[in-house]
T-cell receptor
Framework: ETGVTQSPTHLIKTRGQQVTLRCSSQ?????VSWYQQALGQGPQFIFQ???????GRGNFPPRFSGLQFPNYSSELNVNALELDDSALYLC??????????????FGPGTRLLVL | AQSVTQLDSHVSVSEGTPVLLRCNYS??????LFWYVQHPNKGLQLLLK??????LVKGINGFEAEFKKSETSFHLTKPSAHMSDAAEYFC????????????FGGGTRVLVKP
């Protein structure tokens, strides 16, 4: 167990709806990264938050947005859901954003199904 | 830019025999390299990491990997496979300069036969 928790574990939404996924980072970690893992593929970087500010973004549209709170927990929000958004969403926490050898510790993920 | 290629999408081994998972990377900067394992319906667990120290890295559960800069490779090995090693394995690169994202390979699914 990494100490990173995510909620909910599973979620079913319909196309066009909005969804919020939550992540609690490991104690002492100030950085949270979000990844999307489509079925049969490796995870893809969505964005990272460091001390409540976005600290890098992958190739995802603006309808993917996030927040980080003072306690370093984080939310991923996806608007106008599309069928291709169906995936496992992984949150990872780490101690120092961008540091050489920084290790990211992953939560169990939220599996989102868009119908 | 950085990228990772895992050369085998599936590997099948017998219990007690060696495991080799192949990974090649591309990075504009000195990379940090990682291997993560994902068991069914579980999150990702770190096996080991390379961060420009010793080129032979030992990880958990008997796994090790060797960084070869000349070959841009970071292959993962284990001398003797166990049934519990059946899982998906990801090779991951993180760029050295302001690198705040992990870039994952496509994964290698390992099947262990009794």
């Amino acid at each position: 167990e990494t100490g990173v928790t995510q909620s909910p574990t599973h979620l079913i939404k319909t196309r066009g709806q909005q969804v919020t996924l939550r992540c609690s980072s490991q104690s002492g970690h100030n950085t949270v990264s979000w990844y999307q893992q489509a079925l049969g593929q490796g995870p893809q970087f969505i964005f990272q938050y460091y001390r409540e500010e976005e600290n890098g973004r992958g190739n995802f549209p603006p309808r993917f947005s996030g927040l980080q709170f003072p306690n370093y927990s984080s939310e991923l929000n996806v608007n106008a859901l599309e069928l291709d958004d169906s995936a496992l969403y992984l949150c990872a926490s780490s101690l120092a954003a961008g540091a050489t050898g920084e290790t990211q510790y992953f939560g169990p993920g939220t599996r989102l199904l868009v119908l | 830019a950085q990228s990772v290629t895992q050369l085998d999408s599936h590997v099948s081994v017998s219990e007690g025999t060696p495991v080799l998972l192949r990974c090649n990377y591309s990075s504009s900067y000195s990379p940090s390299l990682f291997w993560y394992v994902q068991h069914p319906n579980k999150g990702l667990q770190l096996l080991l990491k390379y961060t420009s120290a010793a080129t032979l890295v030992k990880g958990i559960n008997g796994f090790e990997a060797e960084f070869k800069k000349s070959e841009t490779s970071f292959h993962l090995t284990k001398p003797s496979a166990h049934m519990s090693d059946a899982a998906e394995y990801f090779c991951v690169v993180k760029a050295g300069a302001a690198g705040n994202k992990l870039t994952f390979g496509g994964g290698t699914r390992v099947l262990v036969k009794p």
